[in-house]
């Protein structure tokens, strides 16, 4: 039997409605659509249906692509495989009370992950807290049996059911164990606990270490006898993730004529106050209506303390880098806080937050801001870099450091990446090799250029690039590289260009009608 406009008009637009989940899928929706569009027909309704047709697919196409770029509610945390742990770093004492009693707690984590298993990984930083939250699920009923081992102190909470407010104590680590040792305390093991596979049971961890190793594990014995060592993440889901809000930047009056000017800016962040002192330059005849490139320098020195007339501490900021004389780009040199280091994950996201506050107030261009780091302040360069995702077009560092940490893939996709070295530095040179091989094995792989002492054979490479204007001709030249097109943006663009074929196969036929 023949199909009828109608009909094929209806195929047409189901096609459209079911969601594209594959290029195959797609074709047959297009094939549709095609059909459609040549079989003779030349009401209103028929004209009507083919644009509604195309309308369809494009909302399809346009409301898959944002469900796919969009993360899912942090409620939706029925899915087994993983636990939530939040880490705070940094955070002084070795006891449960340190933590529990620290403002940050339990609102203000450093960072939020999902552990595949009822364990973190040994020895982490030193000063280093940890809650584990999230849902327990019996394979079978019976009696099970819980265990704990940590350094220091460490605590394991279940609930009688999936609500955190019956949650109760039920094995701890008063002082320390070894890994995976839980014999070391006979609190470590839980009373035997009536558990039902029905049911699925809130479960919470507390840790804090000292200085020194650390670690945290949690076991436990199945009714049939079977211990499970650590519990593994198919027994796990993650409790909902808590909304950390964005740290808060307190800038002083910003200046705004050329030349060399000291700042301290003040930044909230996770219940914390930080101080960063910072040196901006603004190029000779700056005009706040143009726009700039900008570098930002992370050089490897340490302010000093000192005292003015009215006894107020300052913070003395040593000069930048001799830039130049001839830079035109804007300049901001950020310096470590007292008390902290580059390598601390407080320092680069309170001084990422500065960099970025300060974007937003200046003209400059986010397609040509570098940054570059020497020494320690290469470290701090990839990882404020990893803190800023896509933020920064080029990334220099002279005498590099090896930094791993899994947010740079990201990070750094449309990056430009320049290591430097110093020859006769062995140390550095060993660093920048592994540096080197290891942004090489990233997917997706920024753009590197490895300069070592053969390229340049300059006894002190960091002095002598940093006087260079060539260094500075890439680090503001350099244009973000643009990423690759997702699978969902190749079949968006793919319907956008059968529908400009459709339409003008349409609009020929229909002036072939009316020439007839």
């Known amino acids: 039997m023949p199909h009828t ?3 094929i008009a209806i195929v047409a637009q189901a096609a459209c409605i079911v969601p594209l989940f594959s290029l195959p899928a797609l074709g047959w929706k297009i094939a549709a659509i095609i059909r459609f569009a040549k079989t003779p027909h030349s009401s209103r309704c028929g004209h009507f249906s083919l644009a509604l047709a195309m309308m369809a697919l494009v909302v399809a196409a346009v409301t898959q692509a944002s469900d796919a770029a969009s993360p899912q509610p942090a409620t939706q945390t029925a899915v087994r495989g993983s636990i939530l742990c939040a ?3 940094e955070l002084p004492g070795d006891t449960i009370a340190d933590l529990t009693t620290s403002k940050a707690y339990p609102d203000y984590p450093d960072e939020q992950v999902k ?9 982490q930083p030193p000063l280093f807290a940890t809650l584990i939250r999230g849902y327990i699920y019996p394979p079978q009923d019976g009696l099970y049996t819980f265990y704990i081992a940590g350094n220091h102190q460490c605590e394991l909470w279940l609930s009688t059911d999936d ?12 002082q320390w164990s070894d890994s995976r040792d839980f014999t070391a305390d006979p609190t470590q093991t839980s009373a035997p606990l009536d558990l039902k596979s029905s049911t699925a049971y809130y479960i919470e961890v507390r840790h804090k ?21 650590p519990i593994p993440g198919e027994r796990l889901s ?3 993730p808590v909304i950390v809000p964005p740290p808060v930047v307190k800038l002083p009056r910003l200046p705004r004529v050329a030349g060399l000017h000291h700042l301290n800016c003040e930044v909230n962040l996770l219940s914390r106050h930080v101080n960063i002192p910072l040196i901006v330059t603004l190029p000779p005849g700056y005009q706040p209506t143009s726009s700039y490139a900008a570098v930002v320098f992370l050089a490897d020195v340490k302010p000093a303390l000192a005292a ?27 310096q470590w806080p007292d008390a902290k280091t580059y390598e601390s994950r407080i320092t680069t996201q309170a001084i990422a937050a500065v960099i970025g506050e300060l974007c937003r107030r200046y003209p400059i261009d986010p397609r040509h801001l570098g940054i570059v780091g020497s020494e320690s302040g290469s470290a701090a360069a990839f990882q404020i870099a990893a803190e800023m995702p896509g933020f920064f077009a080029s990334l220099a560092v002279l005498g590099p450091r090896q930094v791993t940490d899994k947010r740079l893939p990201v990070a750094l996709a449309s990056t430009h990446v320049r290591l430097i070295t110093d020859i006769g530095d062995g140390y550095a040179t ?10 090489a094995s990233l997917t997706p792989k920024p753009q590197i250029v490895y300069l070592g002492p053969r390229q340049l054979g300059q006894s002190r490479v960091t002095d002598y690039c940093l006087a260079q204007t060539e260094l500075y001709d890439f680090l503001t030249n350099a244009a973000k590289t643009p990423p690759k097109p997702s699978k969902m943006a190749l079949e968006l663009l793919f319907i956008v260009a059968a529908m400009a074929i459709l339409t003008a196969l349409r609009l020929r036929r229909l002036v072939r009608l009316r020439r007839i």
Request: hydrophobic letters at 35%; one cysteine or more; a negative charge.
């Open 209 to 229: 270490a000292g200085e020194g190793d650390n670690n945290l594990s949690v076991a436990w014995n199945l009714p049939d006898g079977i211990q499970e060592n």
């Open 87 to 89: 880490y705070w770093r």
């Open 5 to 7: 406009n109608s009909n």
């Open 115 to 123: 552990l595949n298993r009822l364990e973190i990984r040994e020895n």
């Open 238 to 240: 993650p409790a909902a």
């Open 430 to 439: 060993d660093c920048a090799n592994r540096m080197n091989d290891y942004l």
């Open 308 to 334: 003015d007339d009215s006894d107020a501490p300052l913070l003395l900021i040593p000069p930048p880098p001799v830039l130049p004389a001839d830079l035109s780009s804007i300049s901001l040199c950020p």
């Open 163 to 174: 609500g955190p407010a019956n949650k109760k104590l039920i094995a701890s680590v008063p």
